[in-house]
């Protein structure tokens, strides 16, 4: 492929241009192609779908570096400002905390912190433990079932939902919502769901601030009343993003680890034996096969030079942790799982914007291993086994779309 050059694209599967990142090979398997581009060089220039090009990290320093550098900014509206555009996406689930930059960033991010620290995460470990535990329950009764719409979806749904006090009745239509924002769902679909999450939010808010609970949403509606510290539509845009950001995230981490534990009796067994090793394998997971292959878009506000490519202002920067995640020059064998590797993935980003649910992302994800592996003598791949999971055909995210099991 070559060096990076400005005009030069790195990465051009066939003479329709087709996104490369959206073919079924890499659906089922991201990892070659995304080596077969970062052997090119750590920062490449690829063509998408819509025949725009973009700039993609895949080396782990450059990737590290993108993360926090300045320069890249996350400012999407003022990206599409001087962009003609048909989109009608709600403002509060476009213009989040995730799409601000520095200084305003740190102050809406302050304010949503409290909720998410170690500590504050620490506290509601019980009540996950029970959620966790509810759910394989249901899925006991059954001789077969399917993991990811039985357990690893509904439980991240379930945390945020009784964090944000989402109501039971209403989750299955927030769910819905935040799916069809994430699917490749067609735009007028994704702009719909948004005013809609929008507007249901809008109304929880309004009805939280009658009648407040102990709930995150009633703290943050306090903070924002206290002093406004935080406008409506930024309290809106918070509450979208929590619900967004946590939910398919989280149940690709639960279910992209059980697919590596299905894969592997002997690592069963191990963790199954000493379960202190279970923090160990979530951040090897995270590392090896996490929930996002490409992280959220950045675009240069001025020229900059990564990785030996120049990037221009205004081009579009997207970091594939994936892809750093198993740089070989930063980690030994990057393919194989080896728990206790020394730090540094990627998995939930890295600088000002370092994922704010990282510690609830992780508790989650460690009771639902020690509960699956603990709740039944053993789990083991239904069907035709775990080699041929069938994955979600997204480009961002992966992970699988069904998972069916027998339980011993
Ligand atoms: C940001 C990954 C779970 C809330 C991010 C970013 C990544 C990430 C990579 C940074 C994106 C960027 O810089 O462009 C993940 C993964 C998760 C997970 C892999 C699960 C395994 C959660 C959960 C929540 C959450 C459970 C909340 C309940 C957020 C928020 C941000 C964020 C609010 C924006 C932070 C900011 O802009 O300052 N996440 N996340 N995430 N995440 Fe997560």
């Known amino acids: 492929m070559g060096s990076p050059t400005r005009n030069g694209v790195a990465v051009q599967r066939n003479a329709s241009g087709a996104d490369p990142l959206a073919s079924p090979e890499y659906f089922r398997d991201p990892y070659p192609l995304l080596a077969a ?4 060089g750590p920062v490449q220039r690829i063509r998408t779908g819509n025949g725009r090009t973009t700039w993609l990290v895949t080396g782990w320093a450059e990737a590290r570096a993108a993360l926090a550098d300045a320069r890249l900014s996350k400012d999407t509206a003022r990206y599409f400002a001087d962009r003609p555009s048909n989109r009608n996406l709600a403002p509060a689930v476009s213009r989040t905390l995730l799409a601000t930059d520095p200084p305003d960033h740190g102050r809406l991010r302050k304010l949503a912190m409290t909720a998410f620290t170690p500590a504050a ?7 996950i433990r029970v959620l966790a535990g509810e759910l394989a329950d249901a899925l006991a009764e059954r001789a077969e079932a399917d993991l990811v719409e039985g357990f690893a979806v509904p439980l991240p749904i379930a945390v945020i939902s009784e964090l944000l006090g989402i109501p039971e009745p209403d989750r299955a239509a927030v769910r819905r919502w935040s799916d069809e924002l994430f699917a490749a769902a067609a735009p007028d679909t994704v702009d719909r769901a948004s005013h809609a999450l929008s507007g ?3 109304r929880l808010i309004a009805d939280r601030r009658a009648a407040p609970g102990d709930d995150v949403l009633s703290g943050l509606i306090a903070a924002r009343d206290d002093g406004d510290r935080l406008s409506e539509p930024e309290l809106v845009s918070l509450a979208a993003l929590l619900v967004v950001a946590g939910h398919e995230t989280t149940a690709n981490l639960i279910g992209n680890g059980m697919v590596t534990l299905l894969r592997d009796d002997a690592l069963r067994a191990r963790l199954r034996a000493d379960l202190a090793l279970l923090p160990a394998a979530v951040e090897e997971f995270l590392r090896h096969d996490g929930p996002l292959t490409v992280a959220t878009f950045r675009y240069a506000t001025e020229p900059l030079v990564l990785g030996g490519a120049t990037i221009a202002a205004g081009d579009v920067v997207q970091v594939a942790p994936g892809a750093a995640n198993r740089d070989p020059a930063r980690f030994d064998a990057p393919d194989s799982v080896r728990l ?5 993935h990627l998995s939930f980003g890295h600088g000002p914007h370092h994922c704010l649910g990282a510690a609830l992302a992780r508790v989650e994800a460690r009771i639902a291993f020690e509960v699956l592996l603990t709740r039944w003598t053993d789990i083991r791949p239904a069907g035709h086994g775990p080699d041929a999971v069938e994955w979600r055909r997204t480009r961002l995210m992966r992970g699988p779309a069904r998972l069916p099991v027998t339980f011993v």
């Not at 581009?37 to 090119?40: L, M, N, Q, T, Y």
């Not at 206790?340 to 540094?344: L, N, T, V």
């Open 200 to 202: 249901y939010l809008t």
């Open 340 to 344: 206790g590797r020394a730090g540094g």
């Open 121 to 127: 995460v620490a506290r509601l470990e019980p009540r």
């Open 37 to 40: 581009v970062r052997s090119g």
